[in-house]
């Protein structure tokens, strides 16, 4: 059975960094597609961008092109979704997601974790 | 602005059969058979319903189908029960590179009367 299980709730100030963690279970974690969907409150789901661990090939959405940092480490099954700055418009729930599969479909989410950016 | 529009906001009483559309572009719902749905309760992380526009995945209740018809997508659940309500997401494989390669829709909320 795929699993993800995602790093808990965090509370950050604005400027801040943080990074948070996805760990996929139930598969081979390199041979698939591993990525991250935002969801802000009362809104609807966003694509930010997914990684291929077999092949460290990591494809963002424009919106979040250089915003964020999606990467994964092979030897843990662990995919990351990192900022450098926080701001208080990243408060939202993030969600870990393994692609179906050549069609990038998120077949298997996690559990979400919630990031609040408040000061 | 989502790149796929949903309507806000489909109902109907429990038996019957509703339809949720998704609409794109010649770049994604309608150039290629990579279409899915996603069901959200509230509080709930989405849940895979429907992919490749009309395949369901192991689990999945086949009172869920999917179609396409051009730019169009299509969600329809026959038979409502209470426990579909929720929210219904479409989302699309996209060549279209100001987007990025995969968009969500706008989001349906479907209320069972």
């Known amino acids: 059975e795929v699993q993800l299980v995602q790093s808990g709730a965090e509370v950050k100030k604005p400027g801040e960094s943080l990074k948070i963690s996805c760990k996929a279970s139930?598969?081979?974690?390199?041979?698939?597609?591993i990525g991250w969907v935002r969801q802000m409150p009362g809104k609807g789901l966003e694509w930010m961008g997914i990684?291929?661990?077999?092949?460290?090939?990591?494809r963002y959405s424009p919106s979040f092109q250089g915003q964020v940092t999606i990467s994964a480490d092979k030897s843990i099954d662990t995919a990351y979704l990192q900022w450098s700055s926080l701001k208080a418009s990243d408060t939202a729930m993030y969600y870990c997601?393994?692609?179906?599969?050549?069609?990038?479909?998120?077949?298997?989410w996690g559990q979400g974790t919630r990031v609040t950016v408040s000061s | 602005q989502s790149a796929l529009t949903q309507p806000a906001s489909v109902s109907g009483s429990p038996g019957q059969s509703i339809t949720i559309s998704c609409t794109g572009t010649?770049?994604?719902?309608?150039?290629?058979?990579?279409v899915s749905w996603f069901q959200q309760h509230s509080g709930r992380a989405p849940k895979f319903m429907i992919y490749?526009?009309?395949n369901r995945p192991s689990g999945v209740s086949n009172r869920f189908s999917g179609s396409k018809s051009g730019n169009t997508a299509s969600l329809t659940i026959s038979g409502l029960q209470a426990e579909d309500e929720a929210d219904y997401y479409c989302?699309?494989?996209?060549?279209?590179?100001?987007?990025?390669?995969?968009?969500f829709g706008s989001g349906t909320k479907v209320t069972v009367l």
């Open positions: 997601t393994r692609q179906h599969g050549d069609d990038y479909a998120p077949a298997h």
């Open positions: 990684t291929y661990p077999g092949a460290s090939d990591t």
């Open positions: 010649r770049s994604d719902v309608g150039g290629y058979n990579f």
């Open positions: 989302s699309s494989y996209t060549s279209n590179s100001t987007l990025g390669i995969y968009v």
């Open positions: 139930g598969y081979r974690f390199t041979s698939y597609w």
């Open positions: 490749d526009v009309s």
